[in-house]
């Protein structure tokens, strides 16, 4: 089913389609795993986590110029695996981090990294689905789904959907609440506050 984009992922789909062709939306990184961490493992743990945490699996539609979403349904998915040079890696995954996802496909990349004496985690998310601050909690998920395969052990883990996020910012926006804040912060700022800027050639 279709559904509107939030406030905030409207914010984002307008700051792409502004610096289109930039990866300025992107969010991630790379983390560096202990040598004898098995790749398989983490395929899988990663894997798990993109079945538990639908908000991964948004999907962007536009119709008559107007972005939608709608959560992909869950399919295993083969991860990249790569083989980089130690002291080339940074530069090469700095130049992918900064390519802009295609809008209307999936908005994240996961790729798993041999980097001499270590292994690679990378990640890459669209801000439409995740921020930074969710950035570190599919890192800490996916090192947590990673050591319960590793001990053996099920995984159970009950993520909230993202279409529940979505429906409760529709019905606050439709809440006399919501009109009682909107009231609140139009009187507040009545009056608009004086720009700050700084030079740029701040040394």
Not at 79 to 87: A, G, Q, S, Y
Not at 100 to 113: A, R, W
Not at 114 to 137: F, N, P, Q, R, V
Request: proline share 2%; hydrophobic share 35%.
């Amino acid at each position: 089913m279709l559904k509107e984009l939030t406030n905030a992922q409207k914010n984002m789909y307008d700051t792409q389609q502004f610096f289109n062709n930039t990866g300025i939306c992107n969010v991630g990184g790379c983390i560096l795993l202990n040598k004898d961490t098995d790749r398989f493992l983490l395929e899988k743990a990663i894997n798990k986590l993109l079945e538990n945490a639908d908000g991964l699996r948004i999907r962007l539609k536009i119709e008559n110029m107007i972005p939608f979403q709608e959560i992909e349904e869950y399919n295993d998915e083969k991860i990249e695996f790569l083989e980089l040079d130690k002291d080339k890696y940074e530069d090469i995954l700095k130049k992918d981090m900064n390519k802009p996802f295609n809008i209307t496909d999936k908005l994240y990349d996961f790729k798993i990294i041999d980097i001499g004496e270590y292994i690679g985690l990378y990640i890459k998310l669209h801000h439409i689905i995740c921020d930074a601050w969710s950035a570190t909690l599919v890192v800490k998920k996916i090192i947590e789904y990673y050591e319960l395969l590793k001990n053996g052990e099920e995984i159970i883990d009950v993520i909230p959907s993202y279409n529940d996020f979505i429906d409760n910012e529709k019905t606050y926006l439709n809440s006399e609440k919501y009109i009682s804040d909107k009231e609140y912060w139009e009187k507040k700022y009545h009056s608009k506050p004086t720009y700050v800027t700084m030079s740029p050639n701040i040394n």
